[in-house]
T-cell receptor, first 115, second 112 residues
């Protein structure tokens, strides 16, 4: 069975500082990995994905994530946080092969960026 | 281009009542799915469909029925609502072979 862990329920960071939202995963074989963001009272929006290739992937709004196969991690990062980045962030995984059509989400990390 | 449209946005039910959450997409996506979102539990897959006439169970299917008679629509039915089904429900879709889901805005259901 595939699973995703987001160990932090909430991350607080000052505007202008770098941010990291952590994600580790478990899946049979190679993974598809995703980050989605949810603003209040809205549906989830896609941020970025790792399928294959370069371990550092860049996405929307200046976010990036690094795939680390040995540590089974896919942490989300941004060099300089904005107050407008405050939202709920979800990591998700799907098996590259044999995973069917099931995308498994983590429990979410609330990011709060303060002035 | 409306994307994924969910109705209603809010609904209050009494235990034992039935209702249908509607989901429609205008992107000709083959894959559609329903998730529920609960605090501390993230999103959990209820049911999904890879095309018209084909549905399958997700992680938490009990108490829910689905059907897929057209490519555009994927309704979620609660036959006898229970308080444990109080949640926010999201419909999501993607094209066959694609990897990124497009989500609806959600439907907040309260069962008293």
């Amino acid at each position: 069975a595939q699973s995703v862990a987001q160990p932090e329920d909430q991350v607080n960071v000052a505007e202008g500082n770098p941010l990291t939202v952590k994600c580790t995963y478990s899946v049979s074989g190679n993974p598809y990995l995703f980050w989605y963001v949810q603003y209040p009272n809205r549906g989830l929006q896609f941020l970025l994905k790792y399928i294959t290739g370069d371990n550092l992937v860049k996405g929307s709004y200046g976010f990036e994530a690094e795939f680390n196969k040995s540590q089974t991690s896919f942490h989300l990062k941004k060099p300089s946080a904005l107050v407008s980045d405050s939202a709920l962030y979800f990591c998700a995984v799907r098996a590259f092969t044999g995973g069917g059509n099931k995308l498994t989400f983590g429990t979410g990390t609330q990011l709060k960026v303060e002035l | 281009n409306a994307g994924v449209t969910q109705t209603p946005k809010f609904q209050v039910l009494k235990t034992g009542q039935s209702m249908t959450l509607q989901c429609a997409q205008d992107m000709n996506h083959e894959y559609m799915s329903w998730y529920r979102q609960d605090p501390g539990m993230g999103l959990r897959l209820i049911h999904y469909s890879v095309g018209a006439g084909i549905t399958d169970q997700g992680e938490v299917p009990n108490g829910y029925n689905v059907s897929r008679s057209t490519t555009e629509d994927f309704p979620l039915r609660l036959l006898s609502a229970a308080p444990s089904q109080t949640s926010v429900y999201f419909c999501a879709s993607r094209a066959a072979g694609a990897n990124v889901l497009t989500f609806g805005a959600g439907s907040r259901l309260t069962v008293l």
